[in-house]
């Protein structure tokens, strides 16, 4: 899943965010230096994506992998730039007023809608009210619904107003601006754009072949100049293994490796050849979160003592190969935001037994299992086809809480019936699933209380008066100091509950063929500038 409108690139997966200005990022590595070469048009490249989309209306969509189709079909007004600051894309020049009430948006002239209509500031307006009609189901109204009044009176100029300052006010307007000719005054749960897109962005939807692949093509009318790249085709590939040999026999030319891929399988001479490996910290982290529905979850000495059963370390070196750090909350360490001053959950099978004991649950009967009032300490962790670290990371966890008594199985779903099926209605114990991390740490959406209808993203049901107050008292806050103090008593709520286990945080791995130029790996990762990557003529491999 995505976590924001267009950069929350995330229900789920990576669910899958939360980074921040200022955080400390360790140096891209990359195993070959990109050597001078001249910016040609032309070649295709070939994405490998472990699964596939769910819908690309982005309203309507909440996963990565539809987020990262859209992130190439869509635009917002503004974006983040490679050093994480807002620039405008849509938007030329803004200003903000003193109070930081009202927004004042100059939109650029000249830009189409992929089927050649004028894109104006009707269809801004029209994206927000699409966001507030209680009549779609959106998991990001919660930001539009702040803003008391939005204007359009010129087609080059969007207002906006609130009652109260909204620190995630200007960043809210990354949001993929819809296009109000196509779906005005329609259904746009059954809108057919939700499998044949049409944005302004820099490639333009042309195939999508459910299971297979998405094909767009380069919008030769961008309005930032032709990408250099003419194709991008999104490869459906659930096995990284199988991914990677794809990868390494030419059928993909990007993909993200796994720790084992990246530290043992591609160190040698002709990996280093053709292709160029990176690394940095991952904006985002991975959790086993608790379905608080549950009965036995409903305790948080079970939660707690769960996590003094999981050992973090463990799975920092055994399934990230040491390439990620362990989490304690949903910030990222090193960010602004972050607490390293909460409580922390070190691997202690001891202390998980006694809270346990404490909580009621025994083995009575002498089977090694624990039990209370006759029923099994027995549940289910699901998680997705395709992330190879997830499910060894349920394996381990299986284990480790085998060891004092909890019986655990693991489900690995495909993605899609994953979300449908399991996530979305809330029908699952316990699920292990990451989220991106914003630049801003407004965690509304995931952790307020009126965000746990079906399909929206606290989907397990925390419930905390005290942290719906901090949340909404931190989004009203616009000086950052302030803000860290409510954030800080967040995270130690976070802590003492655990709602969550919050397990590792993974350093991102891409890899990219050696053919592309172009890349320039900084804090924003390496997709910031795709619309600059290129293959010179004499490497160019796909010619039509």
Known sequence: MRLNNKYLVILLLLMVGWVFPGCESREVVTTVDDKP??????????????????????????????????????NGLVRYDKDLHLEGELAESWEVSPDNLKMVFHLRKGVLWHDGTPFTSADVLFTYQLYIDPNVPTAYAERYRQVQKAEAPDPQTFIVTYTKPLATAL????????????????????????RKPVGTGPFVFKDWVPGEKIVLEANSNY??????????????????TTMFLELKTGGVDHMGLTPIQYERQSDNFAFHRDFRKYRYPAFAYTYLGYNLRRPMFQDKRVRQALSYAINKKEL???????????????YKPGSWPHNPNVRKYDYNPERARALLAEAGWRDSDGDGFLDRDGRLFSFVIVTNQGNDQRIKAGEIIQRRLREVGIEVKLRVI????????????????????????????????VWHSSKTGTGELNFIKFVSTEVDELLEKGRRTLDQKQRKAIYDRFQEILAEEQPYTFLYVPDSLPVVAARLHGIKAAP?????????????????????
């Open 37 to 74: 070469a001249v910016p040609a048009y032309g070649d295709t490249i070939i994405m490998g994506t472990g699964g596939d989309a769910s819908n690309l209306l982005p309203v309507l969509a909440s996963d990565s992998a539809s987020s990262s189709v859209n992130s190439l079909v869509y």
């Open 171 to 194: 960043e809210s307007w990354s949001v993929s601006i819809h296009p109000k000719h196509l779906l005005e005054n329609t259904d746009v749960t059954k809108s057919p754009l939700s």
């Open 223 to 240: 309005f930032e100049g032709k990408p250099y790249l003419k194709r991008v085709v999104f490869r459906i590939i659930p096995d990284p």
């Open 316 to 330: 920092v070196e055994g399934v990230l190969f040491g390439l990620g750090q362990v989490a304690s909350g949903p």
């Open 414 to 445: 495909e993605w899609a019936s994953f979300l449908k099926e399991f996530i979305n209605p809330g029908k699952f114990d316990a699920t292990i699933l990451g989220w991106t991390i914003p630049i801003d740490p407004d965690a509304f959406n």
């Open 524 to 544: 924003a990762g390496i997709m910031y500038n795709f619309n600059q990557w290129f293959v010179p003529k004499q490497e160019q491999k796909y010619l039509r």
